[in-house]
């Protein structure tokens, strides 16, 4: 007789049932999609099959495919291809070669008003220097796609040729009032007495010309020296005794003077003077718009004086710098910077504005900041005012009545280079005290910019103006300060003004225009004249 544990049917049954509806519940197992895309490589086609939703990358993995750093596919690496789809690999390859190339050496020519013309000398026989360039070709499966240069470097420089010609010319000799400085090519010269009376007061060659001033005896000379080969220093200041039996020259132990040094009216051997910070990037400094004085003794010794102004930020366009203009009494000095023209008081250091202009738009690494000048008498001060607003083209030539600031009008649309300059003042024959103001007139006013520019003359008032130098139908001036004589010149008893033209030096009569040539070498970039 047989025995069965009650129940154990029913389990089974219900442990089939269970696993009946779970087996339901699970989604047959489908074989993932696959596709079939062409493969163009080396000459070749290769079909590949790969899952739906590869990309190019996977496909050139799928068919054994290797690509070189410089090698490139169409379409790109992460594009998702398709069936049917078709993916190229083009093989790129690149070739550098070394080609040389002569650098031809440049002639130069050295004018020496010490040789009489047409004698040459030849200082030095050029030669030709040697680059070597480095030209890099690409092919894309096998041809030729572009060719680059990629490096270049000098491997010799070249050596300029350089002859020295005479210039000497026989100049009708004209007397002169005081003692008259000029710059050439890095070289200081001084005339006295007589255009044909002439010597080298300097003969560094470094004189870089941002600053060179007379003193208001003429007995001492100002300038900067420049400091080539010292990292962080643009120039040094120097001053240099200008009599005949001349002694030492004098470093002044000031660096970096960029837009202004000069003489204390008044004050025996003191100078005023404003720095800048150099650096790397242009214009090459950034100004301090600060302004220090000092003293020094004929022995060379140098004493620093309290400063009037502290380094400041110098208005809008401040990093430019700003301009100073000594008053005839030696206790003002009137500035001028992108913004502003105003006075300073020595007395109390205290600033006052008297004319306010938006800057001057020039889309460059320069600032424009106006002409400034007094008169001999120093009630007013005569300056360029920019007109409107930054965009503006117009700048006129106006007056101010320094006591109480009422601003005049004198000479409009004159162009941004106007630089006004003041004669001494002369008796009239009536018994009346007068003087001439001299300006620069530009011939392409809306272009004042870049624009050459003629010397016009006239009265205190605005009055009896006249263009006087250079003729008309002759090449213009150059943007620069001209300076008047310290008296009338002895053969015509009437003022004259030094200008540079054609990086000559030459003296213009400003009643009759009359014009000297004084130098010939086409070197000369600064004079001045006391």
């Known amino acids: 007789m047989a025995f069965r544990r009650p129940g154990i049917g029913l389990s089974r049954l219900i442990t089939g049932i269970s696993l009946f509806f779970l087996v339901g519940c699970i989604a047959p197992q489908v074989r993932e999609g696959r596709i079939t895309v062409e493969l163009l490589a080396d000459g070749e086609t290769i079909l590949v099959e790969v899952p739906a939703g590869s990309t190019v990358d996977e496909a050139l993995k799928a068919g054994g495919l290797i690509l070189e750093p410089l090698d490139r596919t169409e379409p790109p690496l992460y594009t998702v291809l398709g069936e049917g789809s078709r993916a190229r690999v083009i093989r790129v390859r690149e070739e550098f070669s070394i080609e040389q190339e002569v650098i031809p050496f440049e002639s130069q020519v050295l004018r020496n008003e010490s040789l009489p013309a047409g004698e040459e000398y030849w200082l030095q026989l050029g030669e030709n220097g040697l680059k070597e360039i480095t030209i890099r070709r690409l092919f894309e499966d096998g041809k030729e796609v572009s060719t680059g240069v990629v490096k270049s470097v000098v491997v010799k420089e070249p050596i300029p040729q350089i002859k020295m010609v005479g210039v000497q010319r026989a100049f009708v000799p004209l007397s002169i009032p005081g003692r008259l400085v000029y710059l050439v090519d890095g070289d200081a010269w001084v005339i006295e007495g007589s255009t044909a009376d002439r010597r080298q007061l300097v003969g560094s060659g470094d004189l870089d010309g941002r600053v060179f001033s007379l003193s208001p005896d003429a007995e001492w000379l100002l300038f900067t020296r420049a400091s080539e080969g010292e990292e962080g220093t643009i120039n040094r200041l120097w001053a240099a005794p200008v009599g005949h039996e001349s002694g030492e020259e004098i470093d002044l132990g000031v660096e970096n003077v960029v837009h202004f040094a000069d003489w204390q009216p008044g004050a025996e051997r003191t100078v005023a003077y404003s720095t800048v910070e150099p650096r790397p990037g242009a214009p090459g400094w950034q100004a301090n718009n600060d302004l220090a004085l000092l003293t020094f003794s004929p022995t060379g010794f140098v004493r620093q004086l309290?400063?009037?102004l502290e380094t400041n930020s110098g208005g809008l366009y401040g990093w430019w710098g700003t301009e100073f203009t000594w008053a005839p009494d030696g206790q003002r000095l009137a500035y001028a910077r992108a913004d502003e023209v105003g006075i300073l008081s020595i007395e109390d250091g205290l600033q006052s504005a008297l004319q306010q202009f938006p800057p001057v738009q020039t889309f460059g690494d320069w600032a424009w900041v106006?002409?400034?000048?007094?008169?001999?008498?120093?009630?007013?001060l005569y300056s360029v005012n920019h007109q409107s607003s930054a965009e503006s083209k117009r700048f006129d030539l106006e007056v101010t009545y320094t006591p109480d600031g009422s601003t005049?009008?004198?000479?409009?649309?004159?162009?941004?280079?106007?630089?006004?300059?003041?004669?001494?003042?002369?008796e009239l024959p009536e018994g009346e005290l007068a003087y001439q103001i001299a300006y620069l007139q530009a011939i392409f006013t809306a272009q004042s910019e870049s624009s050459r520019y003629r010397l016009v003359v006239m009265d205190r008032d605005g009055s009896n103006r006249k263009m006087i130098f250079p003729a008309e139908g002759s090449g213009g001036l150059d943007p620069q300060e001209v300076v008047w004589s310290p008296g009338p010149l002895p053969e015509s008893s009437n003022p004259a003004l030094a200008v540079i033209y054609e990086k000559n030096l030459w003296l213009v009569d400003s009643k009759t225009g009359e014009a000297w040539q004084i130098t010939g070498d086409g070197l000369t970039s600064r004079v001045d004249w006391k």
């Not at 106006?370 to 007013?380: A, L, R, T």
């Not at 005049?408 to 002369?426: I, K, R, V, W």
Request: aromatic content about 16%; hydrophobic content about 40%.
């Open 306 to 308: 309290p400063p009037l």
């Open 370 to 380: 106006p002409g400034i000048d007094w008169s001999p008498d120093g009630d007013f």
């Open 408 to 426: 005049l009008p004198l000479a409009g649309d004159t162009g941004m280079f106007a630089y006004p300059a003041l004669s001494f003042m002369e």
